[in-house]
C-alpha cells in the first residue's frame, strides 16, 4: 500500500514538473484524467475538462495546418492540436498519443499522451518565415557581415544589382564594391560608428562587377546576442542612381548655364562670394574680368540663332581652356563672359592672361560652314583696389569692357578713377534725362543739306540737343544711348518727330524755299513697332506730305533686324518718306543690304570726308560710295564737309549733296528760318559766313 502512495506521489511530481500537460482518454475518447499544467495553459481546471472529448474542444492539423483524423488504435507523434484558451485565443500543441490494453483480456482501453504548447514557438517561426521572405523579396540591398567585415549571407537584390552571385560575395569582405570614389573620410566615419555598436547611415559611390558605377543610399546596423554583445552588422542599400542623375540634372539647370555647361549667374555669385572670402583671409588679390563678343549680334542675325549658340560654346570652350584650376568662368547670359582669376599676382599676370584670351579669339571662329572672325572686348577689376564686394567689382569690370568697346573692340581695358566718374556721371544722366522732356529740355538744331551743283538749301537734318541745367548743352552720342537703355527712346523719337514736321509746316506756311527736313531713328524704335504710326501722326498733325520728311536710319541700326526694319521702311517709302543710310561705310558695309532695303539716300560718315584730300584709303572707299550708290540710283550726301578742297574734290566725283560747316553748322529753327529767308546759296562763297563752329 505505502509503495503505491509512493508511486502516486511520483508520478504527481513529475506531471507538476513536465512542461507538457498529461492526459489519458478512455476507450470512447473521453477524457479521464488532466494533469495540473492545463489550468495554467489554457486556464482551465482539470476537472472541467474530464469526460469531454478532446476533438470536441478544437481540431487536430498536420504539419502543414490541415485538418486530419487521428487513428487512437496506433500510436501518433508530433501532431498539431488547435484549440483555444479561457479567454479565447487560439493555441496550438504538439500532441503525443499512445494507446493502451487490458493485460488480461488485451481489449483496448484508451490513449495517453502529452500535450506540448507550441503557440510561441509556432508565431516566431512564422514571422522568421516572413521576415526570411521579406529580405529574400527585398527591392533593397541586403548583406550581413561577422564583425571582422566577411560577408555571411546577401540577398537576391544584391545578385541583381552588383552582378556578384551570392558564392562569389559570401566569404568576401563589402570592398569588393568600391568604386575609388567615394572619400577615403566616408569608410572611415562608417567604420568607427558601427564598432562602437551605433548605426551608420550614409551614401556611396559603389561599381559593379561589369565596372558600371551605381549609388547606394546605406543603413548599417548591428545586430547583438542576448547578452547585448554585437555577433554581425547587417547592411540595407537602396540603389539610388536614378535619384542621383536627376537631382545632378536639376542641380545643373539650377546652377549651369544649359548651353555653353558653364556655370551660370547664380553660381557666378556663389564661388566669387567664396573666393573673395579666401582673398580677404589669406591677404591675396583678386581679379575679375568680364568678356563681351564684338560683331556677335551681326553673327547670330547674318547666319541664325543655330550658328550663334555654336560660336557661343566655342567661345566658352576656348576660354575653358586658358583658366587655370584655382579659377573659375561663367556665362552671364547672351554673349557676356566672366572670368575670376585667384591671386593673379598683379595687373601685368593679368594681361597675360587677358592676352592669352584676345589671341584665342584672333583665330577665326567655324560655325554653319562658314569661317566668321569675332573678337572680344575685356573689362578687368581687381580686388581689392577696384572694389570690395563682388557687386561693386562686376559693376567696374562692366564699366571698364564698355570702354574697350568704345575704343572699337578686340582689347582689354583695366577701371580708372576717371572711368568710375564716368560712370556715375553717366548714372545721373541718365536719371534726370526721365524728365528732360517734361521740362522741356530738348532742343532740336537743323543743320542744312546743300545742293552741290545748285548751291540751294534743299534739306536739314534735325539733330537733338539736350540743354541740360548743369552740364550744359549735351549732344546726342551722349545721351541717346541712355535714352535707349531706358526705353525712353520712343517718347523722345515721337517728339522730335513731331516737331521736326511741325516746323517744316512752319517754314512753309511763311512761303519759304521747300525743303525735306531728315529725322534720325533709332534701332529700338523699331523693334517697338510703332515707329510707322508714330511717323503717320506727325505727319497728319503738321499737314505734311509724306516727301517732305526723310528718315535716317545707321547701318548698325538696320542689320540688328533686317527683316522687320526691311518691312518697316517698305511700307514709309511707300507712303513716300524719304529713307537713307547714315554714316555709310562704317558698319557692315553690304550690297545685298542696301538692294533689300531700298534706301533712296547714302550719307558719307564724316571720318571719310575728313581725310579725303590727305588719305589715299579716304579717297578710295568715297569713290567707292559714291559709284555704288550712283549704280544703284541713289542720291549721296557727303557729312562733315569743312574746307573748298574737299567740296571740290566731291563735286569731282558726282557727289550730289553736302552738309557740313563750310555751309553752316547746325543752327536752332529761329537762325535756321533767317538762313532760308536770306536765301543763302553755296556759290556765295563760304568766306561771307562767320559761323561758330564750337
Not at 498529461?22 to 476507450?27: G, L, N, R
Not at 499544467?37 to 478544437?58: A, K
Not at 517698305?570 to 538692294?595: A, C, H, N, P, R
Amino acid at each position: 500500500m505505502a509503495r503505491a502512495a509512493e508511486a502516486e506521489r511520483r508520478l504527481e511530481d513529475i506531471t507538476r514538473l513536465v512542461s507538457d500537460w498529461i492526459w489519458e482518454c478512455d476507450a470512447e475518447f473521453r477524457l479521464t484524467f488532466v494533469s495540473q499544467r492545463v489550468s495554467e495553459v489554457l486556464g482551465v481546471h482539470p476537472m472541467e475538462m474530464i469526460g469531454q472529448r478532446l476533438s470536441d474542444r478544437g481540431q487536430f492539423l498536420s504539419p502543414e495546418g490541415n485538418p486530419i483524423s487521428l487513428d487512437w488504435h496506433q500510436p501518433f507523434r508530433d501532431c498539431h492540436y488547435e484549440t483555444v484558451d479561457r479567454s479565447g485565443a487560439k493555441r496550438l500543441f504538439l500532441i503525443n498519443g499512445l494507446p493502451f490494453y487490458d493485460p488480461t483480456s488485451g481489449r483496448f482501453k484508451g490513449v495517453r499522451g502529452t500535450a506540448e504548447d507550441i503557440t510561441q514557438r509556432r508565431q516566431t517561426e512564422e514571422m522568421l518565415v516572413r521576415l526570411s521572405r521579406a529580405v529574400e523579396q527585398s527591392p533593397a540591398l541586403v548583406v550581413i557581415t561577422d564583425t571582422d567585415g566577411v560577408i555571411q549571407y546577401v540577398n537576391p537584390k544584391f545578385v541583381e544589382v552588383t552582378g556578384y552571385t551570392a558564392r562569389e560575395a559570401i566569404g568576401s569582405r563589402p570592398s569588393i564594391l568600391k568604386s575609388g570614389l567615394t572619400p577615403t573620410e566616408t569608410y572611415q566615419d562608417l567604420w568607427a560608428t558601427i564598432t562602437a555598436g551605433n548605426e551608420w547611415h550614409g551614401e556611396v559611390y559603389n561599381r559593379k562587377k561589369d565596372g558600371d558605377y551605381f549609388w547606394v543610399s546605406v543603413s548599417i546596423s548591428p545586430i547583438r546576442a542576448p547578452d547585448d554583445t554585437v555577433t554581425h552588422f547587417v547592411g540595407v542599400s537602396e540603389d539610388i542612381t536614378a535619384r542621383k542623375f536627376y537631382e545632378e540634372r536639376i542641380l545643373r539647370q539650377e546652377y549651369y548655364d544649359a548651353l555653353t555647361e558653364l556655370p551660370n549667374r547664380t553660381l557666378f555669385f556663389d564661388r566669387l562670394g567664396r573666393a573673395l572670402t579666401r582673398a580677404r583671409r589669406d591677404d591675396h588679390e583678386l581679379a575679375l574680368m568680364i568678356i563681351n563678343l564684338d560683331r556677335f549680334k551681326f553673327v547670330n542675325d547674318t547666319l541664325g540663332h543655330e550658328a550663334g549658340d555654336q560660336l557661343l560654346r566655342e567661345a566658352a570652350r576656348r576660354l575653358s581652356a586658358i583658366i587655370g584650376s584655382t579659377d573659375s568662368i561663367a556665362r552671364l547670359g547672351g554673349d557676356e563672359f566672366t572670368i575670376t582669376l585667384s591671386n593673379p599676382g598683379g595687373r601685368y599676370q593679368t594681361t597675360e592672361v587677358v592676352s592669352e584670351i584676345l589671341s584665342a579669339f584672333g583665330r577665326p571662329f567655324r560655325v554653319a560652314d562658314t569661317d566668321v572672325h569675332v573678337y572680344g572686348s575685356v573689362g578687368i577689376a581687381l580686388f581689392p583696389e577696384d572694389g570690395e564686394d563682388q557687386y561693386s567689382l562686376l559693376k567696374n569690370a562692366d564699366t571698364a569692357m564698355q570702354q574697350a568697346k568704345e575704343r572699337g573692340g578686340n582689347t582689354y581695358q583695366f577701371i580708372t578713377q576717371d572711368m568710375n566718374a564716368r560712370a556715375a556721371e553717366y548714372l545721373t544722366l541718365g536719371n534726370d534725362l526721365r524728365f528732360a522732356l517734361e521740362r522741356d529740355q530738348l532742343e532740336v538744331f537743323y543743320q542744312p543739306v546743300v545742293d552741290i551743283r545748285s548751291g540751294s538749301v534743299v534739306g536739314a537734318e534735325a539733330l537733338l540737343r539736350w540743354r541740360h541745367p548743369a552740364a550744359g548743352l549735351i549732344g546726342p552720342k551722349k545721351f541717346v544711348p541712355l535714352a535707349e537703355e531706358s526705353g525712353l527712346i520712343e517718347p523722345i523719337g515721337e517728339w522730335l518727330l513731331h516737331v521736326a514736321c511741325q516746323q517744316n509746316r512752319e517754314w512753309r506756311d511763311h512761303n519759304l524755299p521747300p525743303i525735306r527736313v531728315a529725322v534720325n531713328v533709332s534701332s529700338r524704335q523699331f523693334r517697338r513697332g510703332r515707329l510707322e504710326k508714330a511717323v503717320v501722326q506727325a505727319l497728319e498733325d503738321a499737314a505734311l506730305a509724306p516727301t517732305h520728311l526723310g528718315i535716317e536710319i545707321t547701318e548698325s541700326a538696320f542689320i540688328e533686324d533686317l527683316d522687320e526694319t526691311n518691312a518697316i521702311l517698305m511700307e514709309l517709302s511707300q507712303l513716300g518718306v524719304v529713307i537713307s543710310v547714315d554714316d555709310f561705310g562704317t558698319g557692315y558695309s553690304s550690297l545685298g543690304y542696301l538692294k533689300r532695303l531700298h534706301p533712296s539716300t547714302l550719307k558719307i560718315d564724316r571720318s571719310f570726308i575728313h581725310d579725303v584730300t590727305t588719305n589715299p584709303d579716304a579717297v578710295a572707299i568715297t569713290e567707292a560710295i559714291i559709284g555704288m550708290a550712283h549704280s544703284l540710283q541713289m542720291t549721296v550726301i557727303a557729312e562733315g564737309v569743312e574746307t573748298s578742297d574737299q567740296l571740290e574734290f566731291l563735286r569731282g566725283k558726282g557727289c550730289q549733296m553736302m552738309q557740313g560747316f563750310l555751309f553752316s553748322p547746325p543752327l536752332l529753327a529761329r537762325d535756321f528760318t533767317e538762313l532760308l529767308r536770306e536765301g543763302r546759296r553755296l556759290d556765295t562763297g563760304p568766306d561771307l559766313f562767320s559761323f561758330d563752329r564750337n
